[in-house]
């Protein structure tokens, strides 16, 4: 009886180890999935077109500054500065979650998008900004207005001003 017994001690024990391991499994696997997935595409944003210059194949836009944007330290930037801008949201940037000079460590987000400072607006709510674009954007930035709304995708993380954005595009302009 004692053997018997001990038999369904080990088969219990085993039984609890493989649990566990699969408990383990199940909730570290998709985690790290999610966050190499996510590394990896690009995300998409939309912004006011404030201008378009075709010399330079720069685009200069104007976009929402969430509440949680230190708007002391914006006071603090001059046209021209390299910034990296972090965006609101998971895939898709609704809007700026915070702005800072330089390298993008201290912002709490991973979309990321390396901008020149121009300045803010309507008593900092809004950020506006310079970026270059892909060559082939030229032809569609120069048949809006200034004051239409663009759509466009940045890599995750961009290291330099110069990938900050992989395309752009009118707002409505799926093509």
Do not use: C
């Amino acid at each position: 009886m004692a053997s018997h017994q001990a038999t369904i001690k080990d088969k219990l024990t085993v039984l609890s180890i493989v649990t566990a391991l699969l408990l383990v499994h199940a909730i570290a696997a998709p985690t790290a999935a999610a966050e190499s997935a996510d590394a990896a595409e690009p995300f998409t944003w939309s912004a006011e077109l404030v201008s378009f210059d075709a010399s330079s194949n720069t685009v200069t836009l104007k976009s929402y500054l969430d509440t949680r944007v230190d708007r002391a330290a914006l006071e603090t930037l001059s046209e021209g500065d390299l910034v990296t801008i972090g965006w609101t949201g998971l895939n898709w940037g609704a809007g700026i979650a915070g702005v800072t000079k330089g390298s993008a460590d201290e912002l709490d987000t991973h979309l990321r998008m390396p901008a020149e400072f121009v300045r803010t607006e309507m008593d900092g709510q809004y950020l506006v900004y310079r970026v270059p674009v892909p060559e082939d954007a030229g032809s569609r930035l120069e048949t809006l207005e200034p004051g239409a709304w663009v759509t466009g995708t940045s890599p995750r993380d961009a290291a330099s001003l110069d990938e900050a954005v992989i395309s752009v595009r009118g707002y409505n302009d799926v093509g």
